[in-house]
């Protein structure tokens, strides 16, 4: 689904550019379908990238200390990924109110309600949660939670 919103967001920049520069033309809704896609897109695939081990991992201290401080640096990482999900799904929540109450709508005649489109945080927080959450699982059974999928291997 984040893939698809990404290419649409591509075309649709690209037709965007394309329309201003050979045709002198603009669309109205472009820039804001472009906005929310890569939004909700950014949101969606926030979890799946950490599970398959594509999150940013600084290595050069946790590596060179002993499985116990290992385990207890995984084990803080986890418990820190998990608060930060928390927080963020709590704090969405009075914004999508705030919308909701308010039946705010896009800028461009699409007329979406700001709500619906807000959802994007709590949903991305959930599965930000759900990643952390098995790190931690994973972290308790003496894995290391944050080694993902196979590493790339670039050969020049």
């Given amino acids: 689904m984040a893939t698809v919103m990404f290419l649409?967001?591509?075309?649709?920049?690209?037709?965007?550019?394309?329309?201003?520069?050979?045709?002198?033309?603009?669309?109205?809704?472009?820039?804001?379908?472009?906005?929310?896609?890569?939004?909700?897109?950014?949101?969606?695939?926030?979890?799946?990238?950490?599970?398959?081990?594509?999150?940013?991992?600084?290595?050069?201290?946790?590596e060179r200390l002993g499985k116990r401080w290992r385990q207890l640096c995984?084990?803080?990482?986890?418990?820190?990924?998990?608060?930060?999900?928390?927080?963020?799904?709590?704090?969405?929540?009075?914004?999508?109110?705030?919308?909701?109450?308010m039946g705010m709508m896009t800028e461009s005649n699409l007329d979406i309600p700001l709500w619906v489109l807000f959802l994007a945080m709590p949903i991305g927080a959930v599965l930000y949660f759900i990643y952390y959450f098995s790190c931690l699982w994973r972290t308790l059974k003496g894995e290391d939670p944050f080694a993902g999928g196979t590493p790339i291997k670039i050969d020049f």
């Fill in 74 to 101: 995984h084990f803080l990482s986890s418990a820190i990924g998990l608060s930060f999900s928390a927080i963020l799904f709590y704090a969405s929540f009075p914004q999508i109110y705030r919308y909701y109450t």
């Fill in 8 to 62: 649409a967001s591509t075309v649709i920049m690209l037709n965007e550019a394309f329309g201003r520069a050979l045709l002198n033309t603009s669309y109205f809704w472009a820039e804001e379908t472009v906005r929310y896609l890569m939004v909700w897109a950014f949101f969606l695939t926030v979890g799946a990238a950490g599970s398959a081990g594509y999150h940013i991992r600084t290595e050069l201290l946790v």
